[in-house]
């Protein structure tokens, strides 16, 4: 099996700085004295182990006489690299999930155009609190990453402050979901009628463009994933424990390319209200007959 894309892009830029230095000096103990570096943060930056900062690649290229073209690529494969997985409990432990919560919501304050696409779930910046909770408590969800109760209420309270954004005139948020995400519940269908209800309360937001994949039509991508799209130039996916950031322009380009396809493919305006409307409505009616 090939290794991940990210391990093959730490691999190539460590391959790439230990040509350069294998270019200039005859170890890496060598340029770790010309640096005034410790020899192992060579060997690890060589080795891939270990992540260049920036300015490491700028003193990497002095040191071993490159051109600032060689510096210019090293920067591509480092944004290559920094496509690589963030694991939720890694983020949460180091950050908290309050002030995780909160970078995102400053990255979604800074884009103006957000581009959302979930297959069976409904997006987190239109999500009710009881419907957050009850989906980040589930047996197999945030508490895989070792979420305790009180985590999980400040991750609610965060998101609910991201949605503030619902409501900022400069914003354009377009949300696409499949029917399955009107139709998925986490804990209640009670908890699903009330999202529903949300739904339709937002889709009538002037910022806000609500469109539904209905089962019966022809679905343009491979439901495999949901991912959010940030003024077209970088990609967020989402797994079960992690979170990966897409920044190269081809990447970034082909789900673009993905969700106006989903887009276009989509029920909208009334048409979309109408459909989550008839959802809520036999909710309720299957609801009420179980009583």
Same mark, same amino acid.
């Given at each position: *099996?090939?290794?991940?894309?990210?391990?093959?892009?730490?691999?190539?830029?460590?391959?790439?700085?230990?040509?350069?230095?294998?270019?200039?000096?005859?170890?890496?103990?060598?340029?770790?004295?010309?640096?005034?570096?410790?020899?192992?943060? %060579?060997?690890?930056? $060589?080795?891939?182990?270990?992540?260049?900062?920036?300015?490491?690649?700028?003193?990497?290229?002095?040191?071993?006489?490159?051109?600032? *073209?060689?510096?210019?690529?090293?920067?591509?494969?480092?944004?290559?690299?920094?496509?690589?997985?963030?694991?939720?409990?890694?983020?949460?432990?180091?950050?908290?999930?309050?002030?995780?919560?909160?970078?995102?919501?400053?990255?979604?304050?800074?884009?103006?155009?957000?581009?959302?696409?979930?297959?069976?779930?409904?997006?987190?910046?239109?999500?009710?609190?009881?419907?957050?909770?009850?989906?980040?408590?589930?047996?197999?969800?945030?508490?895989?990453?070792?979420?305790?109760?009180?985590?999980?209420?400040?991750?609610?309270?965060?998101?609910?402050?991201?949605?503030?954004?619902?409501?900022?005139?400069?914003?354009?948020?377009?949300?696409?979901?499949?029917?399955?995400?009107?139709?998925?519940?986490?804990?209640?269908?009670?908890?699903?009628?009330?999202?529903?209800?949300?739904?339709?309360?937002?889709?009538?937001?002037?910022?806000?463009?609500?469109?539904?994949?209905?089962?019966?039509?022809?679905?343009?991508?491979?439901?495999?994933?949901?991912?959010?799209?940030?003024?077209?130039?970088?990609?967020?996916?989402?797994?079960?424990?992690?979170?990966? $950031?897409?920044?190269?322009?081809?990447?970034?380009?082909?789900? %673009?390319?993905?969700?106006?396809?989903?887009?276009?493919?989509?029920?909208?305006?009334?048409?979309?209200?109408?459909?989550?409307?008839?959802?809520?409505?036999?909710?309720?009616?299957?609801?009420?007959?179980?009583?």
């Amino acid at each position: *099996m090939a290794p991940p894309r990210t391990a093959r892009h730490r691999a190539a830029l460590a391959e790439r700085l230990r040509d350069l230095r294998r270019g200039a000096f005859r170890s890496g103990a060598k340029l770790a004295e010309a640096l005034g570096w410790p020899q192992t943060r %060579v060997s690890k930056l $060589e080795t891939g182990s270990q992540i260049p900062k920036d300015s490491d690649l700028v003193d990497w290229v002095r040191a071993v006489g490159a051109n600032d *073209m060689v510096l210019a690529e090293l920067r591509t494969l480092h944004a290559a690299v920094h496509t690589e997985y963030i694991a939720f409990q890694e983020m949460y432990s180091a950050r908290g999930a309050g002030p995780t919560q909160d970078r995102y919501g400053r990255l979604e304050r800074a884009t103006t155009l957000i581009c959302h696409y979930e297959p069976a779930l409904v997006p987190g910046l239109l999500q009710t609190g009881q419907y957050t909770r009850e989906l980040l408590s589930a047996p197999a969800s945030a508490v895989l990453t070792g979420a305790t109760p009180e985590l999980i209420e400040e991750m609610i309270s965060g998101r609910m402050r991201r949605q503030e954004v619902l409501y900022q005139p400069n914003k354009r948020i377009q949300v696409v979901v499949g029917e399955a995400a009107l139709r998925t519940w986490f804990g209640s269908p009670e908890t699903l009628i009330a999202q529903l209800d949300r739904l339709v309360a937002v889709a009538d937001l002037a910022t806000v463009e609500l469109g539904v994949l209905p089962f019966d039509r022809a679905h343009p991508v491979m439901p495999l994933a949901g991912f959010t799209v940030h003024d077209r130039t970088r990609v967020f996916l989402e797994t079960l424990t992690g979170e990966q $950031e897409l920044v190269l322009p081809d990447e970034v380009a082909a789900y %673009v390319k993905a969700f106006d396809q989903l887009r276009d493919a989509a029920l909208a305006g009334p048409d979309a209200v109408a459909l989550i409307q008839r959802i809520a409505a036999e909710l309720r009616d299957s609801s009420s007959r179980a009583v």
